[in-house]
């Protein structure tokens, strides 16, 4: 087989489920094809940056079938050379280092292709070039602050990530706050006084934006993003960042004839 080669192909996802094609014209003022999130296939697996680097059988991923399949080439490097490699990487890509916008999936893919395929393979320039679209659009301006405010909350309600690659599912869960009364024992009176029940961790991040040109529209469109991640996150369904797309979706579906008269 090491002669013969292992097929190297990229599953190309659309997160939206074809909404960005619908409602990118009229919220961006510019058509968007899709949110694209790609992972790597070879050996009969499927890599691809998700809260860590992930592995999944092929099609068995949390994204479903894709949309399309790439060909990238061959590669002749063993699986168990290619898995040091992406343990050696594993520390740039955590949740902790996630990056909608220049650290992503598709920033991911595009460098484990070039390591299995050469440089003359990667990730398509349209898929890459995707987030300097977006931020290119007349609503970039207002975008660009939210997606700062759904990372933020996304990574402080992530669990710490190993620094090594393990190919487990990909799950994200929100750590509970450490209660008052962890923090500190006091004298028995005193801490007899200070003891109250552990509060519920409820929604208590909804930071208010800093004073900007675009004032009450950027904050009223960050405060319906967050409070539907929230409540999608109360539900215990989703993990964070299938939550925060979910949410964004809502958003974008609830004001897709606003953003069109906005412009006009």
Same mark, same amino acid.
């Given at each position: 087989?090491?002669?013969?080669?292992?097929?190297?192909?990229?599953?190309?996802?659309?997160?939206?489920?074809?909404?960005?094609?619908?409602l990118?014209?009229?919220?961006?003022?510019?058509?968007?094809? @899709?949110?694209?999130?790609?992972?790597?296939?070879?050996?009969?697996?499927?890599?691809?940056?998700?809260?860590?680097?992930?592995?999944?059988?092929?099609?068995?991923?949390?994204?479903?079938?894709?949309?399309?399949?790439?060909?990238?080439?061959?590669?002749?490097?063993?699986?168990?050379?290619?898995?040091?490699?992406?343990?050696?990487?594993?520390?740039?890509?955590?949740?902790?280092?996630?990056?909608?916008?220049?650290?992503n999936?598709?920033?991911?893919?595009?460098?484990v292709?070039?390591?299995?395929?050469?440089?003359?393979?990667?990730?398509?320039?349209?898929?890459?070039?995707?987030?300097?679209?977006?931020?290119?659009?007349?609503?970039?301006?207002?975008?660009?602050?939210?997606?700062?405010?759904?990372?933020?909350?996304?990574?402080?309600?992530?669990?710490?990530?190993?620094?090594?690659?393990?190919?487990?599912?990909?799950?994200?869960?929100a750590p509970?706050?450490?209660?008052?009364?962890?923090?500190? @024992?006091?004298?028995?009176a005193?801490?007899?006084?200070?003891?109250?029940?552990?509060?519920?961790p409820?929604?208590?991040?909804?930071p208010?934006?800093? @004073?900007?040109?675009?004032?009450?529209?950027?904050?009223?469109?960050?405060?319906?993003?967050?409070?539907?991640?929230?409540?999608?996150?109360?539900?215990?369904?989703?993990?964070?960042?299938?939550?925060?797309?979910?949410?964004?979706?809502?958003?974008?579906?609830?004001?897709?004839?606003?953003?069109?008269?906005?412009?006009?």
């Amino acid at each position: 087989m090491a002669e013969e080669g292992y097929k190297v192909t990229l599953n190309v996802y659309d997160l939206s489920n074809g909404l960005a094609r619908q409602l990118s014209t009229s919220f961006l003022g510019k058509p968007i094809e @899709a949110i694209w999130h790609t992972g790597v296939v070879v050996y009969g697996n499927e890599y691809y940056f998700g809260g860590g680097i992930q592995s999944s059988p092929a099609g068995t991923t949390p994204y479903g079938r894709p949309l399309r399949v790439v060909e990238l080439g061959v590669t002749h490097i063993p699986r168990e050379v290619f898995e040091d490699y992406l343990r050696d990487i594993a520390p740039r890509y955590t949740a902790e280092t996630y990056r909608l916008l220049t650290h992503n999936c598709n920033n991911f893919s595009h460098e484990v292709a070039q390591f299995l395929v050469g440089t003359g393979a990667g990730v398509p320039d349209y898929i890459l070039n995707l987030p300097a679209e977006v931020m290119s659009s007349p609503m970039g301006p207002l975008i660009m602050p939210m997606i700062q405010n759904l990372e933020s909350t996304l990574r402080s309600n992530v669990a710490p990530q190993t620094t090594q690659f393990v190919p487990t599912p990909a799950s994200v869960s929100a750590p509970t706050e450490a209660p008052a009364s962890e923090r500190k @024992a006091p004298a028995p009176a005193e801490k007899a006084s200070k003891e109250a029940p552990t509060p519920a961790p409820a929604k208590k991040e909804a930071p208010t934006p800093a @004073a900007d040109p675009l004032g009450s529209a950027r904050g009223k469109v960050q405060e319906e993003v967050m409070k539907e991640f929230a409540a999608i996150m109360a539900s215990g369904t989703l993990r964070a960042s299938e939550a925060a797309a979910l949410a964004m979706r809502r958003v974008m579906e609830r004001h897709g004839d606003g953003a069109t008269m906005q412009q006009g």
